[in-house]
C-alpha cells in the first residue's frame, strides 16, 4: 500500500490537527502518498476537490491550532449503500486503500462498515465499468486504523481519546474562575459540563477543581432523595467554613431511576432548599475551543505516527486496530471489540445497570469516584471504633512543583477520613528539625487544589548531621507514627539518610513514603512526576507567544528549558510544538550536530520557512551554551533570518496546576495514605516511592527503585521518554527524507 488517506469526523476535537500532521509527514517520510479527505465522510462520498494530495509543508503551522483543519461533517448519505459505493469509487479513483479515520465511535463504526464491504463494493463497481479489473485485483481489501477524537472520553480501549485532556483544561480554568467570583458574594454555582453518556470530564474536573458535588451518568446518586442528600452536604460545608459551593452536572447525568438530571433542575433544588443565591453556567462548546493542551499535542502525534505504520507495516489479514494509550504507552487493540464495549457501557446506563456501567469503565474510574466521594465530604468521617489513630507527618522538599498543594490537599483529607491525625511541617525537613508542625484540620486544605506553590513551604537546603539528632527528637516528641516527603531528589536522597541512620536514631524507625513531585520528571521508580505537565504546558504557552512574534520577521529562537541532566521537558516540548531540535544533556552536543542543525535551518528557510526553534536544556552541554549556538546560527544563517534566545527559567514552575497534575497528585496521595497506614499496622518501617510505570500504578522500596537511577546525573538510567527522539525530529525536518538512515 502507497497511497493512505486520513479524515476527521464526528465532532472536533482539540488535538486532531497534531494527528493529521503526523500522519501526513510519517506516511511521506515512508515513501507512501496521503491524501486528506475533507469534511469527513461527506468529502468522501463527494470526492473531487475534497480528496486532496498533501505535501509535507501543507500541514505545517497546524500542529497548535484547535478544531481540524481539514473539517469534519455529518454524512446521511455515507449511512446508505449507494453512499459508501461512492466512496470506494472516489478512493479508487486516486488509488487509496489505506484509510486513518480520526473520529468517535460512529465514525469508527462506519469506517469497519465500509472495510468489510469493500470487496463487493469494489465488484459491484467493476461490473459496472466504473473500474478496470487491474483496479479491482491491485485493491482488494481496504485497510483501517482508527484514532479516537472525542473530548467525552468515552472509547473503552484507551485510557484517554484525543481532545479529553484539553476539554478538562478548559473546564478547570472556568470553574477556578468562577470559584473566585463564588467565593466572593457567597454563592453557589452549578456547572454543567459535556458528557452525554461519559462522566469522564465532569468526575475529573470535580477531582481537579475541589468541587463539592458531582453528577454523572454512570454512577448516580444511590439514594432516592439525592436533592436532600447534596444540600445536607453543601449546607454542612457552609457551616464548616466554605463561602462558596460548586456542583458539576454532566450532560447525561441521572437518578438512579433513569431520569436525567439537568442543571436547571439543580438550580431549582438548591434554591428553594438552601435559600442561597445560586448561579448555573452551562460551558457548551467552550470545552471544545482553543489550542491542545501540550498532553493533546504529544500524545495525538503519537498515535498519528503509530497509525501510518499499523496501515504500512499491518498483516493484511489483521483485523482493524484502534491506536489508543495506556499510561505512557501507545497501544493497539481490536478497533470493534473497543466500540463493542463502548456500547455495552450506554446499554448498561439505559438498562439503570449503574454497577456494570461504572465496572465497564474501568478500575482507574471506580477509583476515582471513590476518591472523589471522600473528598466533597464537609467533614470526615468519625473515627471507626477501636482503630488505632496513627499520627502521620507531610511535608514538601527539594524545588517547587505545581501540583504539591493538591498532593497535600487529599492526603490530609483521605487520611482524616480514616480517622488519622496528619500534622503539616513547615518549610521542609527544616521544619522537623525546629519542630515547626501544625495539627491540619479538613478544612485547613479547602482550596489547594488549584493553587499553584506550597503552602506548606519547600527548599533544597543541605541538613548537617546534627540536623538527624534534632529531626529524630521531633519524631519522638510529636509521635509520628509515618511520613508522607512530597518532592524531589534532595527529599528522596535525605528519605535515605534517614533509613541509614536509623542504627543512630531509632526514630527514624517508621515507615516513610515518598511522592515525586518535580518538572524535571527525573525520579527513581516512576516514569511521571507530579508538575513537569504543568510545566510543559507553561513552555508550549510561551512559545505560542514567541512563534506569533517571530513568523513576522524570519526568525530562529533558541529556547532554553529548566531540567537539570533530564531532557524530558526540552524533548517533549519539542514534540508539542513542532521544534525543529531538542539538545538534550543525555545526548550532549558536538560540532557535527550544530553543523547539520545550521544545514536543518538553512535549508527550511531557503524553501519558505518563517520560523525556526531550537530547544536547549540548560545542562545539555557546558561549552555550547544557548548564547554560543545562537550566535553560530546567526552568523551562518546570513540574511536568511535573525537568530533570538529565551532563557524561560522559574516561569516553568509558575501558575497553577495543570488538571493533569492535580489529579496524578490526588491519585499518588491515595496510594500513599494507604500505604502508610498498611505499614504503621504492620510495624513495618520500610522507606518505599511511589509512582507510574507503563500503565500501572506501583510502590517500589526506595533501595530497590535505586538500582536503576543514575545519582551522580540525578535521573533514571533508562527513560522511556528517550525513545521518541527520532520521531521528533522527523516530523521537524524540513521535508521527507531530509535525515535520511541518519534517525
Known amino acids: 500500500m502507497k497511497r493512505i488517506g486520513v479524515l476527521t469526523s464526528g465532532g472536533d476535537a482539540q488535538g486532531m490537527n497534531a494527528a493529521v500532521r503526523a500522519v501526513v509527514r510519517a506516511g511521506l517520510d515512508r515513501g507512501a502518498e496521503v491524501y486528506a479527505i475533507y469534511e469527513g465522510y461527506q468529502g468522501l462520498v463527494e470526492g473531487g476537490a475534497a480528496i486532496r494530495a498533501m505535501t509535507w509543508g501543507a500541514v505545517g503551522g497546524i500542529l497548535q491550532q484547535g478544531g481540524t483543519a481539514i473539517g469534519t461533517a455529518r454524512c446521511q448519505e455515507f449511512r446508505t449503500r449507494a453512499g459508501r459505493l461512492q466512496a470506494v469509487h472516489n478512493l479508487l479513483s486516486y488509488g487509496i486503500d489505506g484509510l486513518v479515520v480520526i473520529g468517535g465511535d460512529g465514525s469508527l463504526t462506519g469506517a469497519d462498515m465500509l472495510r468489510a464491504e469493500w470487496p463487493e463494493l469494489v465488484a459491484e463497481l467493476a461490473a459496472q465499468g466504473m473500474l478496470t479489473p487491474a483496479q479491482a485485483a491491485d485493491h482488494p481489501r481496504l485497510a483501517i486504523v482508527g484514532l ?20 478538562l483544561h478548559r473546564i478547570t480554568e472556568a470553574v477556578d474562575a468562577i470559584t473566585s467570583t463564588a467565593a466572593s458574594h457567597q454563592r453557589c454555582f452549578v456547572v454543567e459540563v459535556m458528557g452525554r453518556n461519559a462522566g469522564y470530564l465532569a468526575l475529573m474536573s470535580a477531582i481537579a477543581t475541589g468541587a463539592d458535588w458531582v453528577l454523572i451518568p454512570e454512577s448516580p446518586p444511590d439514594v432516592d432523595n439525592w436533592e436532600e442528600k447534596m444540600c445536607e452536604v453543601l449546607k454542612a460545608g457552609r457551616a464548616a467554613g466554605r463561602r462558596n459551593s460548586t456542583v458539576i452536572v454532566a450532560e447525561g447525568a441521572l437518578d438512579r431511576n433513569g431520569a436525567k438530571i439537568t442543571a436547571e433542575y439543580v438550580q431549582q433544588v438548591l434554591v428553594e432548599r438552601l ?5 448555573t ?16 499535542r504529544v500524545m495525538s502525534t503519537l498515535l498519528g505516527v503509530a497509525a501510518v505504520e499499523q496501515l504500512l507495516d499491518g498483516s493484511p489479514d489483521e483485523e482493524p486496530q484502534l491506536i489508543g494509550v495506556k499510561g505512557n504507552r501507545v497501544m493497539r487493540v481490536p478497533l470493534m471489540e473497543c466500540v463493542h464495549k463502548t456500547h455495552a457501557v450506554n446499554a448498561a446506563i439505559r438498562e439503570r445497570d449503574f454497577a456494570q456501567a461504572a465496572k465497564l469503565r474501568g478500575r482507574s474510574f471506580e477509583e476515582n ?7 466533597v465530604r464537609a467533614l470526615p468521617h468519625a473515627p471507626r471504633p477501636g482503630i488505632r489513630r496513627l499520627r502521620l507527618a507531610v511535608l514538601n522538599a527539594s524545588g517547587l512543583a505545581p501540583g504539591m498543594n493538591a498532593a497535600v490537599r487529599a492526603a490530609v483529607r483521605l487520611a482524616l477520613d480514616r480517622g488519622h491525625y496528619v500534622l503539616g511541617v513547615r518549610n521542609s525537613f527544616q521544619g522537623l528539625v525546629e519542630n515547626d508542625l501544625f495539627e491540619f484540620d479538613w478544612m485547613a486544605v479547602n482550596g489547594w487544589a488549584r493553587m499553584g506553590g506550597s503552602e506548606l513551604g519547600t527548599n533544597r537546603r543541605s541538613l548537617a548531621p546534627s540536623d ?9 516528641e510529636r509521635k509520628i507514627d509515618g511520613l508522607l516527603v512530597i518532592g ?11 533509613l541509614k541512620g536509623r542504627e543512630n536514631f531509632p526514630a527514624f524507625a517508621i515507615p516513610i513514603i515518598l511522592m515525586p513531585a518535580t518538572i524535571n520528571n527525573n525520579l527513581p521508580g516512576t516514569e511521571l512526576c507530579i508538575g513537569a505537565d504543568t510545566a510543559l504546558n507553561n513552555i508550549v504557552d510561551v512559545m505560542n507567544k514567541i512563534k506569533q512574534s517571530a513568523v513576522a520577521s524570519r526568525r530562529c529562537f533558541v529556547v532554553e528549558v529548566m531540567g537539570k541532566y533530564c531532557g524530558y521537558l526540552a524533548l517533549m516540548s519539542m514534540i508539542a510544538t513542532g521544534a525543529e531540535r531538542a539538545y538534550l544533556p543525555e545526548r550532549g552536543i558536538t560540532l557535527d550536530d550544530l553543523r547539520a542543525d545550521v544545514r536543518l535551518l538553512n535549508t527550511g528557510f531557503n524553501e519558505g520557512k518563517r520560523l525556526g526553534v531550537m530547544i536547549r536544556n540548560e545542562e545539555a552541554h557546558p ?27 522559574h516561569m516553568q514552575q509558575g501558575g497553577d496546576p495543570t488538571p493533569f497534575d492535580r489529579i496524578l497528585a490526588t491519585r499518588y496521595a491515595y496510594r500513599c495514605v494507604q500505604y502508610l497506614e498498611e505499614k504503621a499496622y504492620a510495624h513495618d518501617s520500610e522507606v518505599a516511592c511511589v509512582g507510574i510505570t507503563g500503565s500501572e500504578y506501583a510502590i517500589t522500596p ?42
Request: glycine fraction near 12%; hydrophobic fraction near 40%; aromatic fraction near 10%.
Open 281 to 296: 453556567t452551562i460551558l457548551g462548546h467552550v470545552q471544545r475551543g482553543g489550542s491542545p493542551s501540550a498532553y493533546d
Open 369 to 375: 469516584f471513590r476518591i472523589l466521594r471522600t473528598m
Open 702 to 743: 526506595l533501595v530497590d527503585a535505586l538500582r536503576g537511577y543514575d545519582v551522580a546525573k540525578e535521573r533514571p538510567k533508562q527513560q522511556w521518554w528517550l525513545g521518541l527522539e527520532p520521531m521528533a525530529r522527523m516530523l521537524a525536518q524540513p521535508g521527507p527524507g531530509f535525515y535520511g538512515d541518519a534517525l
Open 468 to 476: 538527624y539528632y534534632a529531626i529524630a527528637r521531633t519524631i519522638d
Open 148 to 167: 479516537v477524537g472525542s473530548i467525552d472520553n468515552d472509547m473503552q480501549g484507551t485510557d484517554i481519546t484525543i481532545g479529553a485532556d484539553t476539554a
Open 488 to 498: 524531589g531528589w534532595s527529599g528522596y536522597n535525605t528519605a535515605l539518610q534517614m
Open 623 to 649: 561549552i555550547y551554551t544557548t548564547d554560543f549556538i545562537a550566535r553560530l546560527f546567526e552568523a551562518e544563517g546570513g540574511d536568511l533570518y535573525e537568530v533570538r534566545t529565551a532563557v524561560l527559567g
Open 275 to 279: 435559600q442561597e443565591d445560586v448561579r
